[in-house]
């Protein structure tokens, strides 16, 4: 649990400096292409080739294209065909992707772990919900391609490390994760990308360096060791806290308007989400 929480204040900043410094202003490919490869050189010197199980390697590569490939690519078009509101609004359903495939995969169902992921989606409404305007249905159906892949990506990790153990530690072959990744945002970026809206001042290529060590290739590793740790009722809920906490921290560094109640009560329906997914542990302990 200490490492998600750590990495969820970690991608609570993400949101606010990308918004601020970012979004509209550097080309979302470059800016992605960017972070996945400042990952994919932070882990290089450390990654193994050889004594990996070559499933383990190659599902690492699916689950890096999964995550930050198809994810970003679906997430950012989506801004073209919906308003900010409506794509915080359509982002909230990922707790209940990562209930229900990481049961598939184990060929399992746990009620209580998806009654969790809900009420963790109920409590991200409340604080993100605002009406809904325009055309709508294509730019939810490309955030629902991006909230399935993210979740299928972690989920991927976590039933991989599971079934493939080795000796080495993780920082020895999470590398592969970043190497898929950058395939795909290698080819977005040639295929999408604009070169005349790279980074132009110091402060953008800061952000953006920033989002590659700490964000993506520290974020996304300490995510995974701490997905291992749990069970994935709390993965599920977890995968909801940033929204409070991004908003809290927009509203505390930049002074952005944030409704309040709506915050405390939506933080509360979240943490309440986890005191359901313990009693769901103990009940099936229980048994």
């Given at each position: ?23 509209g202003q550097v080309d979302s490919d470059f800016a992605v292409l960017v972070r996945v490869g400042i990952a994919a050189l932070l882990f290089a010197p450390f990654t193994l080739w050889r004594g990996l ?11 890096g294209a999964l995550q930050f490939g198809i994810t970003y690519l679906c997430l950012y078009r989506s801004f073209n065909v919906l308003t900010v509101p409506e794509v915080l609004l359509f982002t909230v ?195």
């Open positions: 649990m200490p490492y998600l929480i750590v990495v969820t204040i970690l991608w609570a900043f993400s949101f606010s400096l990308i918004g601020q410094y970012l979004a199980p070559g499933r383990l390697i190659g599902g690492l590569w699916l689950a359903l990922t707790p209940i992707y990562v209930t229900l495939l990481d049961d598939a995969l184990a060929r399992r169902f746990n009620p209580w772990a998806l009654l969790a992921a809900l009420v963790a989606v109920g409590g991200g409404i409340i604080i993100r919900f605002e009406r809904l305007e325009g055309d709508f249905l294509i730019g939810f159906l490309l955030l629902q391609v991006a909230n399935a892949t993210f979740a299928a990506g972690q989920v991927l990790c976590r039933q991989l490390l599971g079934r493939y153990p080795t000796e080495y530690p993780l920082y020895r072959f999470f590398g592969h994760f970043f190497l898929g990744a950058l395939v795909l945002t290698l080819v977005s970026f040639w295929l999408f990308g604009n070169a005349a809206r790279l980074p132009q001042t110091a402060t953008q290529w800061g952000v953006l360096v920033w989002m590659g060590l700490f964000a993506t290739a520290l974020g996304m590793f300490w995510w995974v060791k701490g997905s291992l740790r749990v069970d994935a009722g709390t993965l599920a809920v977890m995968n909801e806290l940033h929204v409070p906490a991004g908003l809290l921290v927009n509203l505390l560094i930049w002074n952005r308007n944030a409704d309040l109640p709506r915050l405390l009560a939506g933080g509360l329906v979240i943490l309440a989400s986890l005191w359901i997914n313990q009693l769901g542990r103990r009940a099936v302990s229980a048994q």
